[in-house]
C-alpha cells in the first residue's frame, strides 16, 4: 500500500531498496492480520478482492525522454494492475471457497516474494541528490486524523451522530489534521512539498482520484452485499461476475495511453467519468430480482470508464510535478485513492444504512408490541443485508420487507455515487485544462 510517507522516503533514499522494504512491511501485516485479528475476518470476507491489485499502483518518472512514451507506459502500467484486478476477484474468491478466510492474506506471501525478487534484479538503484528528511511528525498527524475521521464515520452507521463513538473520534481526527496543515506550513521539510501543492493538474488529479475512488469502494461493497448475502450467491460466483467489470477495464487501461496522445486529457478522463457514473446509476437500479444482464451491463459501463480514469488521471497528475519530489507526488496521488475509498465505505455506508434503518422501521411501526420489539432487536441486521439472520429470528414472512429495506439503502448509495464520479468529471474539465507546455515535453 502506497502512502504519501512512502513516496517522500523515496525522494531522498535508495528507491529500489524502499520499495523492497514497503513489501516486506505489507505482507508481513497480512500475516499479522490473520494471525492476531480473527475477530475481523468476517467483516473483510465481502471486500476480500475489492482492490487486489493496490500495491502495484505506483507510478514513476523515468528516463524515457518524451511525454508521449510516458503516457504509453503509463497505459502500460495501468493494465497491469488491471489484470491483477481482475483476476484478483477470481482467485479470491476460489481460496474463500475451498480454503478459508485465512489463505487469503497468506496467499500474498508468494506474491511478495516474486515482487521483492524482480525488484533487486529488473529496478535500478538511484538517489535523489536533493535529499528531504522524513517527516515523521507530519506523518504521525496526517495518519492519526485520517484513521479518527474514518473511525467516526464508520461508527456513525450503528450510532447517533451525536454519541461518543461518533463525536470523539471525528472531533480528535479534525483537531491532528487541523495540526498538520499548521505544521506543514511551519516545518523546513514537509511531508507535501509546497511545489506539489502550487501544480493546478496535481491537485486537481488528486481530487478526481478521492472522489471518483469513493465512489468505486462503495458500489464494489453494496453489490457484494446484494449478490452475496441477499442472493446467496458464493464468494467465486461473485467474483467471476465482476469480469464484465475488470476486462473492459483491462483493455480501457491499455488504449487509454494513446488516446492520451490524441485527445486533451480534460475530456479524455471527464468522458471516463462519464461513462462510469452511468454505469454505476445503472447499477444502482439493480435489486434483489434484476436480471443479471441488467448488472453486467453496468459492470461494462463502469469499467470502461474506470479503465480510462486511472492511466489519464496518472499521467496528469505527474505531468507537472518537479522531479526532485515526484516520489511524494506518487505518494499522495494513490493516498488519494485509497483515502476516497474508505471516506466513501464509511460515509456512503453511512447513508445506505440510515436509509435502509428508516424504511425498517417505517415497515414495522405497525407490528403489535412484542413482534415490533423483535423485528427492531434485527434492525442493524437488515441494514448489514444479513436477511438470512432475519428470516432465521423472525420468520420468512419478513425476507421481503428486509430485502426491500436493504435496498432502499443500495438504491440511495449508490444513486450519490453516481453523482460523485459526475463530480469528478467536472472537477477533471475544470483543473485539467491547462494545456501542456515546452516543460512538460521533457521528462526531468
Not at 488491471?82 to 480454503?99: A, E, I, R, S
Amino acid at each position: 500500500m502506497d502512502r504519501p510517507g512512502d513516496g517522500s522516503r523515496c525522494d531522498p533514499t535508495e528507491r529500489a531498496s524502499e520499495r523492497v522494504r514497503a513489501a516486506s512491511v505489507d505482507v508481513a501485516g497480512d500475516v499479522r492480520s490473520d494471525l492476531h485479528d480473527p475477530a475481523r475476518r468476517d467483516n473483510r470476507e465481502r471486500c476480500a478482492s475489492l482492490d487486489p491489485g493496490q500495491s502495484a499502483h505506483h507510478a514513476r518518472r523515468s528516463g524515457v525522454g518524451y511525454q508521449r512514451l510516458r503516457a504509453g507506459a503509463i497505459g502500460t502500467w495501468a493494465a497491469i494492475g488491471g489484470t491483477g484486478f481482475g483476476v484478483g476477484p477470481v482467485v479470491g474468491g476460489v481460496l474463500l471457497t475451498f480454503f478459508g478466510w485465512s489463505s487469503v492474506f497468506w496467499a500474498n506471501i508468494p506474491f511478495a516474494a516474486v515482487a521483492i525478487t524482480l525488484t533487486l534484479i529488473a529496478v535500478p538503484e538511484s538517489r535523489n541528490p536533493s535529499s528531504r528528511r522524513l517527516d515523521l511528525l507530519g506523518v504521525a498527524f496526517s495518519a492519526l486524523g485520517l484513521v479518527g475521521l474514518t473511525l467516526g464515520l464508520i461508527e456513525a452507521s450503528s450510532h447517533p451522530w451525536t454519541s461518543i463513538a461518533v463525536l470523539g473520534p471525528l472531533l480528535v481526527g479534525a483537531a491532528l489534521l487541523v495540526c498538520f496543515v499548521h505544521w506543514e506550513r511551519r516545518t523546513a521539510e514537509p511531508m507535501i512539498p509546497p511545489a506539489l501543492l502550487a501544480a493546478r493538474s496535481f491537485v486537481s488529479a488528486s481530487g478526481v482520484y478521492l472522489v471518483s475512488y469513493a465512489a468505486f469502494g462503495a458500489f464494489m461493497y453494496y453489490l457484494t452485499l446484494l449478490y452475496q448475502d441477499v442472493n446467496g450467491w458464493s464468494p467465486l460466483k461473485t467474483g467471476l461476475s465482476w469480469l464484465f467489470m475488470n476486462v473492459p477495464f483491462l483493455l480501457m487501461a491499455q488504449l487509454t495511453g494513446r488516446i492520451d496522445r490524441r485527445h486533451p486529457p480534460a475530456r479524455v478522463v471527464s468522458t471516463g467519468c462519464l461513462v462510469a457514473a452511468i454505469g454505476i446509476f445503472v447499477l444502482s437500479r439493480a435489486d434483489a430480482t434484476s436480471p443479471f444482464v441488467h448488472t453486467a451491463l453496468g459492470y461494462v459501463l463502469a469499467g470502461i470508464g474506470f479503465g480510462t480514469i486511472v492511466p489519464g488521471v496518472t499521467h496528469i497528475a505527474m505531468r507537472d510535478v518537479p522531479a526532485g519530489v515526484s516520489g511524494a507526488g506518487s505518494g499522495v496521488v494513490n493516498a488519494s485513492r485509497q483515502l476516497g475509498t474508505s471516506i466513501g465505505l464509511a460515509v456512503l455506508g453511512s447513508i445506505g444504512v440510515t436509509a435502509s434503518t428508516s424504511h425498517w422501521h417505517n415497515a414495522i411501526h405497525r407490528l403489535p408490541a412484542s413482534a415490533h420489539v423483535a423485528a427492531s432487536a434485527q434492525t442493524q441486521n437488515v441494514a448489514g443485508a444479513h436477511i438470512s439472520a432475519v428470516t432465521h429470528a423472525l420468520g420468512p414472512a419478513y425476507r421481503h420487507t428486509a430485502i426491500q429495506s436493504f435496498v432502499q439503502g443500495f438504491h440511495l448509495a449508490l444513486g450519490i455515487a453516481a453523482a460523485l464520479v459526475l463530480a469528478a468529471a467536472i472537477t477533471a474539465l475544470l483543473g485539467f485544462r491547462k494545456p501542456a507546455t515546452a516543460s512538460d515535453v521533457l521528462i526531468p
